[in-house]
């Protein structure tokens, strides 16, 4: 590069900027792209090392460096580092408490019949195993993608549960929110799939428990209108393994495993490969920007044809957006990582819910 052009950017880009992104890698051109200044850089012997020097010298500056390849280049883009305001944590704690109200409460009118039927001495049996079961499911799923994301130095918030007024299972789930940008493939995977790890080591135990604790009863003992759900692939071998049903009899699920039955259901969900779902993110790390925006219009198909209409339109916002991607989008994924991708995979399927087996008795 002349040192013209040098002299020029240096009234676009701070010149410690400039410095630093040219001692990392040697900058062989310069172009503006809607206001913003882009790097065009040669490859260093080792890029993860070069961008991880980079970010580090930037962070005091208020800037983040974002490689990508553009073509047959490698490319740097620089985004102003977020600020947010500090946590309030109250919120967190208030939420939480609510959602274990509404859990409760649900669990408690899931019970009421189980106790018509003497088959409990009093709702609370049921209600607090389904309100620990459901929150416990939620939260470390949550709680998997929080401590990953410090370990990966993402800044991430707790876990926001969100209740709802006791309908269905009385909450929406729980969410929590990124604050900063992954830093490479191999952090987008980490955090992305830690969640539903963390999840499905809990519902799995609590599903066993569930069924464990459930009621075979004679067919024609259960109330008329009862709703059988369909079961998912794990669920189904669950029960085969751990309850025996002799002919003519039925199965009544106790709320907790039916905690599990749920946690099995938003596994399966977070795990399509859709936007900026788990599954998403996923499918980013793995295949990068082009393949992952094709990947997550099959995922919204999927999702419609086993009978999620409404999540599948849900969905397709997701996937009609691009998916930003980490800040170094051009390090590989390890090979051990590809690996755990294929045991994701395993989830999703063993979780699979076809939503056209619901029927009424």
């Not at 998997?144 to 009385?170: N, Q, S």
């Not at 929590?176 to 493939?185: E, F």
């Not at 569930?210 to 071998?237: D, H, K, N, Q, R």
């Not at 002799?246 to 039955?261: D, M, R, V």
Request: proline letters at 7%; glycine letters at 8%.
């Amino acid at each position: 590069m002349d040192r013209l052009s040098e002299e020029m950017w240096k009234f676009i880009v701070p010149d410690e900027v400039f410095k630093s992104i040219n001692q990392e890698f040697w900058v062989e051109n310069l172009s503006i792209e809607r206001g913003s200044p882009i790097f065009y850089v040669k490859a260093p012997t080792d890029i993860t090392h070069s961008i991880a020097s980079l970010r580090f010298k930037l962070k005091d500056l208020g800037y983040l460096p974002c490689l990508s390849k553009r073509g047959d280049r490698l490319a740097i883009t620089l985004a102003h580092k977020p600020k947010h305001k500090p946590e309030r944590r109250i919120w967190n704690l208030l939420l939480f408490l609510t959602t274990v109200c509404t859990t409760l409460w649900v669990g408690y009118q899931m019970s009421l019949d189980l106790v018509r039927m003497d088959l409990m001495a009093s709702p609370l049996q049921g209600a607090i195993p389904f309100s620990v079961g459901i929150t416990a499911i939620l939260g470390f799923h949550e709680l998997g993608h929080k401590l990953m994301a410090d370990r990966r130095g993402v800044e991430a918030t707790l876990p926001y549960f969100i209740p709802e007024p006791g309908l269905f299972i009385g909450t929406f789930g729980a969410v929590i929110k990124m604050k900063s940008p992954s830093l490479d493939r191999n952090s987008l995977f980490d955090v992305a799939s830690m969640g539903p790890v963390a999840g499905f080591l809990v519902l799995v135990p609590a599903t066993i428990l569930g069924l464990l604790w459930s009621y075979t009863v004679p067919i024609e003992a259960i109330p008329e209108g009862t709703f059988v759900l369909p079961a998912p692939i794990l669920f189904e071998l669950l029960q085969r393994f751990i309850v025996s049903v002799p002919e003519g009899y039925s199965l009544l699920t106790h709320p907790l495993a039916f905690a599990g039955w749920v946690g099995m259901l938003v596994t399966m969900l977070n795990l399509m490969p859709v936007g900026m779902l788990d599954g998403g993110h996923i499918s980013r790390a793995l295949l990068g920007g082009d393949l992952h925006r094709v990947v997550s219009f099959i995922g919204v198909i999927a999702t419609f044809m086993i009978g999620f209409w409404m999540m599948a339109v849900f969905m397709l916002f997701f996937a009609m957006s691009p998916h930003s991607g980490p800040l170094d989008d051009v390090s590989p994924l390890t090979p051990k990582r590809k690996l755990i991708s294929l045991f994701l995979g395993s989830m999703l399927i063993l979780c699979l819910t076809p939503l056209w087996g619901a029927h009424m008795l």
